[in-house]
């Protein structure tokens, strides 16, 4: 018997951060839900990813449960790391602010495969290499 779903939430939180102040309390606790039970079960899910901004979705059922389901991390910040920058370029197409190099952007591709709405691998990389050029990256070879 499945129940009926209240509201769908999406957030991106730190790892193993969440707390029962905003933005967690002020979303989840218009809705009813218990914020203790999502903080502690957040940051018992999320405690390997400590530091990290994790994007989650939050099913909240009209009894008050709820369920969430982890995402990976952004695909901007994974550039980020990769390609060692602070943040990306203030005029996208105008200014460059690092490389990438293509075996990075594959492995990011891969990582971020189940979050995307691609049918394969280089429709993936595809993605990857538009953000990664939105953000002021070269790719090299």
Do not use: H
């Not at 009209?62 to 390609?83: E, N, Q, S, W």
């Not at 197409?93 to 952007?105: D, H, L, Q, W």
């Amino acid at each position: 018997m499945s129940r009926e779903v209240l509201a769908r939430v999406r957030m991106k939180l730190p790892g193993a951060g969440a707390t029962p102040a905003p933005p967690v309390g002020s979303i989840l606790g218009q809705r009813g839900v218990a914020l203790m039970e999502f903080c502690k079960a957040f940051n018992a899910k999320t405690a390997d990813r400590k530091g990290q901004i994790v994007p989650v979705v939050i099913t909240i059922y009209t009894d008050k449960k709820f369920d969430f389901v982890l995402k990976g991390a952004p695909t901007t910040d994974m550039l980020r790391d990769a390609a060692k920058i602070k943040k990306g370029a203030k005029a996208t197409g105008k200014e460059t602010v690092g490389t990438i190099s293509r075996a990075s952007i594959e492995e990011i591709a891969k990582i971020k495969m189940p979050d995307f709405n691609a049918w394969n691998l280089d429709s993936a990389i595809k993605m990857v290499a538009g953000s990664a050029r939105s953000m002021g990256l070269t790719i090299v070879d």
